[in-house]
């Protein structure tokens, strides 16, 4: 394979095109998440109070398929198996992006000490979910300037995590985010506040 390639889909992914993806994620469009993640989810009561609420738009992440142009590939290959993070979706209320909420069905590769998450796992799911609450609310391309995090448990793998976060505050460029992710006991596991600035179109 050249380095001009696209990247190969895994197995398991067979619901969208790459060039379709890129295509709808510029229109701004909603992608249709599997049905079996929608499935799997709604077996955890936390989830299933999002998802069965008919003020929230339910979508699949972006950022889990791959694309002709590299983008997102630690999401989209990195991280998308049947051992890391088995399915996800995005759930949000289009009307008024106050809180975007994503839920992601942990597996145990992505673990640090036996049976727990990775805390650079759920950092990184953390700063996953506050990307996408800056880019539906900027509508602009973002970038992490900081991210602080505080650890309040450990998160039991396998398990689903429900990552959410809500804008702070804005001031010119800068964006300030708040989060925190929870086990599906509803306890939270990680609170974050993240700064992230507009990039600068290039000339």
Not at 180 to 194: F, N, P, S, T, Y
């Amino acid at each position: 394979m050249s380095s001009n390639d696209p990247p190969a889909v895994p197995a398991h992914i067979s619901i969208y095109d790459g060039e379709k993806v890129q295509d709808a994620i510029n229109r701004g469009m909603t992608l249709r998440p599997c049905p079996k993640a929608i499935e799997h989810f709604r077996e955890t009561p936390l989830c299933a109070r999002y998802l069965n609420n008919e003020t929230y738009t339910i979508s699949h992440p972006a950022s889990s398929f791959p694309r002709n142009s590299g983008e997102d590939t630690f999401f989209s290959m990195t991280l998308n198996s049947s051992t890391t993070i088995r399915h996800c979706v995005l759930v949000f209320d289009k009307s008024t992006m106050d809180e975007i909420i994503f839920m992601a069905s942990v597996g145990r590769d992505c673990n640090g000490h036996p049976d727990f998450a990775h805390g650079g796992f759920l950092c990184t799911l953390m700063d996953e979910v506050m990307g996408y609450c800056i880019g539906y609310n900027s509508g602009k391309s973002c970038v992490t300037a900081k991210l602080e995090v505080a650890f309040k448990r450990p998160f039991k793998t396998p398990g689903v995590a429900v990552a959410r976060a809500r804008v702070a505050r804005r001031e010119g460029r800068k964006w300030w985010v708040t989060g925190e992710i929870l086990d599906a006991e509803e306890k939270i596991v990680i609170q974050g506040d993240a700064l992230f600035i507009e990039a600068v179109p290039k000339l």
